[in-house]
């Protein structure tokens, strides 16, 4: 059950005045004798959750009660453990909205509000950038898209040599050379001939890649050095950064071993590129540029809806439930994107500004001001 943003958007849209009951579950199980241990936990906060409930109207009492009701339900189909990282369920009266388990870790905890409390399900979003892995020798290309833990072939595009020798005319072509072309031996024709469909080939995938991934995703290329090297060269320049050549995936690989490279390369890209936002987002901060640092800045700018990208760590979605949730519902109400760090960017951001820090769409003209909006948060 993994929503893009796109989906988590127009769902939190759709439920902007509903009450819901958001539900988060922890599916990590070390110990295999406490594989249930979650329900407890879960219980807990669901009492926490009831107890916000009991005062409100008597209307809203019983809708929490009949949407408890319903993931009692959902979770009476799970016998034991989770059985992945996580799970997440959305509910309202009518009934249960999304539910199951995601391949990202979360918290348990139980809210009861109007509208969904989305900002522990921003840490999945990662796991919607598809990753395309391109096993490619100089006579084939075989793509395949890793997405959601699983690995889907695409095509295969062949290089094919084109033309041949050509009828000659007069004297007859001295033994090992290639007519028409001087001082050229018959085996550099072949393999300049090589070369040049297989660099034909390359130019296909490289176009098929730019149409894969027109919004987000990275690329893992395998296969045979040489001709792994030639396609990263002919890879646009706009793409560069999202691109990843593997020195362990050589052709021949299975496909466990091909969906094991993708989920590991693109962690390295993705963290790679984590570094660099932060780095750019501190530098245009510190110089009063299109950056803000920290938890006030950058609520002012989400909520103002010049903020462009949202950077926030685990730790501070964490430590500070209320101002992340505020935050993310920003981004989404304003159509901004959202990062959620891991690694090393997370704790420079964590280290320099809290966990939290925003890329502006345009220069601030101005300090910042106080934000009315933001008045009792």
Not at 76 to 85: F, Q, R, Y
Not at 92 to 102: C, H, I, K, Q
Not at 203 to 223: F, N, P, S, Y
Request: glycine share 8%; aromatic share 4%; net charge negative.
């Amino acid at each position: 059950m993994l929503l893009s943003y796109e989906q988590l958007l127009g769902l939190t849209r759709d439920l902007r005045t509903t009450p819901v009951l958001s539900v988060y579950i922890d599916g990590a199980a070390p110990d295999p004798a406490r594989r249930t241990a979650w329900r407890q936990v879960l219980r807990n906060a669901l009492d926490d959750a009831r107890g916000s409930a009991e005062s409100q109207p008597k209307a809203s009492r019983e809708a929490f009660e009949r949407c408890a009701q319903f993931l009692t339900a959902a979770l009476d189909e799970i016998p034991s453990a989770i059985g992945a990282p996580g799970w997440v369920g959305f509910i309202t009266a009518d009934g249960v909205r999304l539910r199951g388990p995601v391949a990202t870790s979360m918290p348990t905890l139980a809210k009861w509000q109007v509208g969904a409390w989305v900002a522990p399900y921003v840490r999945a979003l990662k796991q919607t950038h598809p990753v395309v892995v391109v096993m490619v020798d100089s006579r084939s290309a075989v793509l395949y898209r890793y997405h959601g833990g699983e690995l889907k072939r695409l095509e295969k595009l062949h290089s094919h040599r084109h033309g041949g020798h050509a009828d000659h005319m007069g004297d007859a072509p001295r033994e090992h050379f290639h007519g028409g072309t001087r001082g050229e031996t018959a085996t550099d024709a072949a393999e300049h001939q090589r070369l040049s469909a297989r660099d034909h080939m390359l130019r296909e995938v490289t176009h098929d890649l730019q149409e894969l991934l027109k919004v987000d995703g990275a690329v893992v290329i395998g296969g045979t050095p040489d001709s792994a090297r030639a396609l990263h060269r002919a890879i646009p320049a706009a793409l560069a950064s999202r691109v990843l050549v593997s020195v362990d995936l050589p052709l021949g690989s299975s496909e466990a071993e091909i969906a094991t490279a993708a989920e590991r390369d693109a962690r390295i890209l993705r963290n790679a590129r984590d570094s660099a936002t932060v780095e750019q987002v501190l530098n245009l901060a510190a110089s009063h540029g299109r950056g803000v640092a920290g938890a006030k800045q950058a609520l002012a700018v989400m909520s103002s809806g010049e903020g462009q990208q949202l950077l926030i760590t685990p730790r501070f979605l964490s430590e500070h439930p209320g101002e992340a949730e505020a935050a993310v519902e920003f981004a989404l109400d304003h159509d901004a994107d959202i990062e959620v760090l891991s690694g090393e960017a997370a704790d420079v951001l964590d280290a320099k500004a809290s966990g939290i820090a925003a890329l502006l769409r345009f220069v601030r003209t101005a300090g910042l001001e106080s934000n009315p909006v933001l008045a009792g948060r």
